[in-house]
């Protein structure tokens, strides 16, 4: 009985510390967010015109693309994987 008594509290111990790790994180996130609803401009914010939110939109497309292609090489590089094990998986039945 008393051991299981000590399994008991020592999973309480394990989720109580999970649980301090979760708040810790959020209260991370807490902070950061803070910070950046502080650094928002009072006023209107400038944009640098026309030509500034142009080049801006063309920064999140470029980050977008280099996403996707990367997702797109990983991808590619799983097939292959996949196709070399159902290969060798295919090879071993024959036999």
Not at 9 to 25: G, N
Not at 44 to 65: D, H, R, T, Y
């Amino acid at each position: 009985m008393q051991n299981k008594i000590t399994k008991i509290l020592e999973h309480m111990a394990h989720s109580h510390e999970q649980m301090a790790r979760i708040l810790d994180a959020e209260r991370h996130v807490a902070v950061r967010m803070a910070q950046i609803v502080h650094d928002l401009p009072d006023a209107e914010p400038e944009f640098g015109g026309s030509a500034g939110v142009i080049e801006s939109a063309g920064q999140v497309n470029k980050n977008i693309i280099a996403y996707l292609n990367a997702f797109a090489d990983l991808q590619e590089a799983v097939a292959e994987q996949v196709g070399k094990v159902i290969k060798e998986l295919n090879g071993q039945e024959e036999e």
